[in-house]
């Protein structure tokens, strides 16, 4: 079966840097596009990054665009987002997600057909 597995979150002050993987399994992986979503607390889940199944197309949200780097590595099954220069706000669940293409997957959650658990960043002031 499919599955989306985040690690990498955690704790840290603002301006500091995280990076979050996502093991996948169960499916070939090249064969899909990945993203990254987030949730923050009484809001709701938001596109943060999309990669296209080779990895040569991606794409982010205005509020993490020349922050955050998504990429993939094909022959390990993995997704990573590198986030950089934190910001308060950007405290949320990060979710790791599969489409069928990184142009949907922009689009919003509804174009996701399988999800992780997610993982908590939380950015100190």
């Known amino acids: 079966q499919v599955q989306l597995v985040e690690s990498g979150g955690g704790l840290v002050q603002a301006g500091g840097s995280l990076r979050l993987s996502c093991a996948a399994s169960?499916?070939?992986?090249?064969?899909?596009?990945m993203g990254w979503f987030r949730q923050a607390p009484g809001k709701e889940r938001e596109f943060v990054s999309a990669?296209?199944?080779?990895?040569?197309?991606?794409y982010y949200s205005d509020s993490v665009k020349g922050r955050f780097t998504i990429s993939r590595d094909n022959a390990k099954n993995t997704v990573y987002l590198q986030m950089n220069n934190l910001r308060p706000e950007d405290t949320a669940v990060y979710y790791c997600a599969r489409g069928s293409a990184a142009t949907t997957l922009r689009v919003g959650g509804t174009t996701v057909d399988y999800w992780g658990q997610g993982t908590q960043v939380t950015v100190s002031s």
């Open positions: 990669i296209s199944r080779s990895g040569g197309s991606t």
């Open positions: 169960g499916y070939t992986f090249s064969s899909y596009a």
